[in-house]
């Protein structure tokens, strides 16, 4: 199993930036894929950005350039570094990670943009 802590979220104006934590209980060198999902009030839950096994990075079109996913080996964590946030990132955000075929979630952080 792959326990997984979010952290980071909170209230931001638009235009402000965040960045979101996510630690993992293993390393994330065994781990398959890990990254970030969003979930909008009355939406389903969507990829902002992840790492593939083949270690290259995907986004969502939406937050192309504004969002940057990075990660610290020796920490077992992953970031995502929010700049230009608008209020339509407004959003839980879930730290997600695929290990030995199966898929864990951690329990989310809430983002709020809004003035």
């Known amino acids: 199993q792959v326990h997984l802590v979010e952290s980071g979220g909170g209230l931001v104006q638009p235009g402000g930036s965040l960045r979101l934590s996510c630690a993992a209980s293993?390393?994330?060198?065994?781990?398959?894929?890990i990254g970030w999902y969003s979930q909008a009030p009355g939406k389903q839950r969507a990829l902002v950005s992840a790492?593939?096994?083949?270690?290259?990075?995907n986004y969502a079109d939406s937050v192309k350039g504004r969002f940057t996913i990075s990660r610290d080996n020796a920490k077992n964590t992953v970031y995502l570094q929010m700049n230009s946030l608008k209020p339509e990132d407004t959003a839980v955000y879930y730290c997600?990670?695929?290990?030995w075929g199966s898929g864990y979630w951690g329990q989310g952080t809430q983002v709020t943009v809004s003035s």
């Open positions: 790492f593939t096994s083949g270690g290259s990075t």
């Open positions: 293993k390393s994330i060198f065994s781990i398959n894929n």
């Open positions: 997600y990670a695929r290990y």
